[in-house]
């Protein structure tokens, strides 16, 4: 449940920054925007995070696969997933200063990179091919 949570608002928040970037200052739209983003990580995205790192880590240790090949490889996949989630939010403050650079396309390029790691995480886990 965390994972899908966290995954939810990861796949979505690019995709509001993306329209928030075509929005003009100080409007209201981009008002709404910046509420609607805030929300997004307050209420699920940083807890769901918090959640999969506690529950993941719970089933690592409790079957003691932190010693497996794929497990340490998703183990960084996954922190690179949590890199993410920080940038996102980093960039989220920007627009909250009113001071975005960034473009539509930027945002819309980088929607597809926590696709890209769901993909080869849930393979890893499903499958363990090492
Ligand atoms: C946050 C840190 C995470 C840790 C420490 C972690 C650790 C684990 C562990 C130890 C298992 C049990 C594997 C088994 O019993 O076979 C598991 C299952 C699973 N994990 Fe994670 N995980 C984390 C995050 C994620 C994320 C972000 C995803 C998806 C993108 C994910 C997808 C899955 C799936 C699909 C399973 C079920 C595999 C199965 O039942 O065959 N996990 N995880």
Excluded at 46 to 65: E, H, I, N, Y
């Amino acid at each position: 449940m965390a994972v899908i949570s966290w995954l939810a608002a990861l796949f979505y928040l690019p995709r509001l920054l993306a329209y928030h970037a075509n929005a003009t200052v100080g409007s209201e739209t981009s008002e709404t925007f910046k509420i609607m983003e805030h929300r997004l990580i307050r209420i699920i995205m940083t807890p769901a995070m918090v959640m999969a790192w506690l529950t993941g880590v719970l089933l690592a240790w409790g079957q003691s696969f932190y010693l497996e090949g794929w497990f340490l490889v998703k183990f960084v996949l996954v922190l690179a997933m949590s890199a993410f989630h920080g940038l996102c939010v980093s960039w989220h403050k920007t627009f909250e200063q009113d001071a975005n650079t960034k473009t539509n396309a930027f945002f819309r390029m980088i929607n597809e990179v926590p696709t890209l790691l769901m993909v080869i995480i849930v393979i890893l886990v499903v499958l363990k091919p090492f």
